[in-house]
């Protein structure tokens, strides 16, 4: 089985050597790695080059392109039929190119599901993974890929017509999630085919990330999920907005009702609490747990806000 790992990347000289030598390091060995670099200003391509002298099996092509089309130009380039994805800013573990394409020896496999590992160093990155990822125990039967660890066959991806270029950066994997289900094309999911994804470093990046993809669901249109329902991100955006419409609204309807004023007061509160108790008793850092009321306040935020952007496009 000959696999071709393909990757996007833009302004990356931080991270892309540890990427590239961790799949050069791979328990399989990757019958080609393709790189798309989207016109990168700092030295990611230097550094690609690089590797490119030690290793002919790494391709590079510059093209000024967003990350929807960098993958899609990857993916065409490939030779093989099998590709596996990640993203730049990820480290696959050395076993992870064998456990996602361990499934596609059951030919009606399309697309296997990889998981991931969140890095975080500190209180406030163990709050932010509890708003950007999964964690392991709710990883289950109706987990869906994220472009920074599947794979899929050549002809799922062009029975899917790629990935939608029309988003910027963000939530191509959503809409080629979606196509997937709605097709019916089968997903494999493997857990143990983990790449590590580090967590943002500041609050503003944290939260600037959160705004992109609350931008990017809202600029995909999807509603109701064939998997989820009605918990699709869309629909908790909008949950979001009604939470605080409700509480402004306890607020003007009794502004002048001290007593009855108290009832927004007490929902607060009970917020307040509740983002402390989701943060704390995912990470078992209370530290954590008090970054996790601001985090959620200002997310809340974050999200109506990218998702009224991404729908005015």
């Known amino acids: ?87 730049a800013g990820c480290v696959p573990k050395r076993n992870w190119l064998e456990n996602i394409t361990e499934p596609f020896k059951h030919k009606e496999v399309d697309i296997v599901a990889g998981f991931y590992t969140m890095k975080v160093s500190d209180s ?80 503003s990046d944290g939260i600037i990330k959160i705004y992109k993809y609350a931008k990017g669901d809202a600029k995909s249109r999807i509603w109701l999920y064939p998997s989820k329902g009605l918990a699709s991100h869309n629909i908790k955006a909008l949950s979001i907005f009604a939470r605080y419409i409700l509480g402004i609204s306890f607020i003007f309807l009794y502004l002048f009702k001290l007593v009855v004023l108290l009832v927004p007061l007490i929902l607060v509160i009970l917020y307040i609490l509740w983002s402390f108790r989701k943060v704390f008793l995912k990470t078992g850092d209370w530290i954590a747990g008090l970054w996790g009321i601001l985090v959620q306040f200002t997310s809340d935020f974050a999200v109506m806000s990218g998702f009224l952007m991404g729908l005015r496009r």
């Open 1 to 87: 089985m000959k696999v071709s790992v393909c990757i996007t990347v833009y302004n990356e000289e931080r991270s892309i050597s540890k990427l590239v030598e961790s799949l050069l390091r791979q328990s399989k060995k990757p019958d080609e790695i393709v790189i798309v670099d989207g016109g990168s200003g700092d030295k990611t391509v230097e550094i690609i080059r690089h590797f490119q002298k030690k290793d002919k099996r790494i391709k590079l092509l510059i093209e000024k392109c967003s990350r929807s089309r960098g993958r899609n130009l990857a993916v065409e380039l490939a030779k093989n039929d099998i590709i596996a994805m990640t993203d």
């Open 124 to 203: 406030l990155q163990k709050a932010f993974s509890v708003f950007l990822g999964i964690h392991p125990k709710d990883f289950d039967i109706n987990f869906l890929p994220s472009t920074r660890s599947v794979a899929f066959t050549k002809q799922a991806w062009e029975k899917i017509s790629g990935f939608l270029e029309n988003l910027e950066d963000t939530a191509e994997d959503t809409v080629f999630n979606y196509k997937a289900l709605k097709l019916g094309l089968n997903i494999s999911r493997m857990k143990n085919a983990r790449v590590e994804w580090e967590m943002p470093k500041t609050f």
